[in-house]
Structure formats: structure tokens, C-alpha cells
């Protein structure tokens, strides 16, 4: 496993050949993106939520007028996002993020 860049990936090979190799590889890949599209739909409403509640700049509360999503908090989101992947390494993400949402 030190020696890996893919566990589960060289794990299926060796148990069930290319074939378990490539269908781990999609289903990670697949679960990878399920859980990044949870992230970006829930995050921004987390920042709404709490604009909504007062306990965050107010201007993060309003909805577009045409689609009725928090276009403010999604912008903020996704510059946050821009700005975390552009300062620390993955290791360090995945290490921060673990310990935020461990608590809950």
C-alpha cells in the first residue's frame, strides 16, 4: 500500500484482473463526483442559511431573481474554493476537511 498512488485500483487488479481494475477505477471516479456535486449544492446553502439567520453578511441572503438560487453564496463558494486549492496541497485539504466535518 506505501508504494500505491491507486489502493483500491491495484487491489482489484490483483484480485479480479484488468477488468476489476477498471470497474473500481469507475466507481471511484463516479463516487468522487457524487460526492463533489453533494458538496457544491449543499455549501453555499449552508452560507444562505446562515445569512438568512443572521449570522452572516446579510447581502449573502438574497436570491437571483430569475433562477431563485443563492447566486451570492455560490459566487463566495466557489472563490473560497479557488483560494484553498491555490494555497495549500491536496494532503492538507483532505486533512482539514476530515477534521471539519468529523464533528458532525
Not at 2 to 26: T, Y
Not at 78 to 94: I, N, P, Y
Not at 96 to 103: L, S, T
Amino acid at each position: 500500500m506505501p508504494s500505491s498512488q491507486l489502493v483500491a485500483a491495484d487491489a482489484a487488479q490483483a484480485v479480479m484482473g484488468a477488468v476489476g481494475k477498471n470497474f473500481v477505477s469507475l466507481a471511484v471516479m463516479i463516487s468522487t463526483f457524487g460526492t463533489l456535486n453533494g458538496s457544491m449544492m449543499t455549501g453555499p446553502r449552508v452560507f444562505f442559511a446562515m445569512a438568512e439567520d443572521r449570522l452572516f453578511f446579510r447581502k449573502l441572503a438574497e436570491v437571483h431573481p430569475r433562477y431563485g438560487t443563492p447566486a451570492t453564496c455560490i459566487v463566495l463558494a466557489a472563490a473560497l474554493g479557488v483560494a484553498f486549492v491555490s494555497v495549500r496541497k491536496f494532503a492538507e485539504l483532505s486533512d482539514q476537511f476530515v477534521i471539519g466535518i468529523w464533528p458532525f
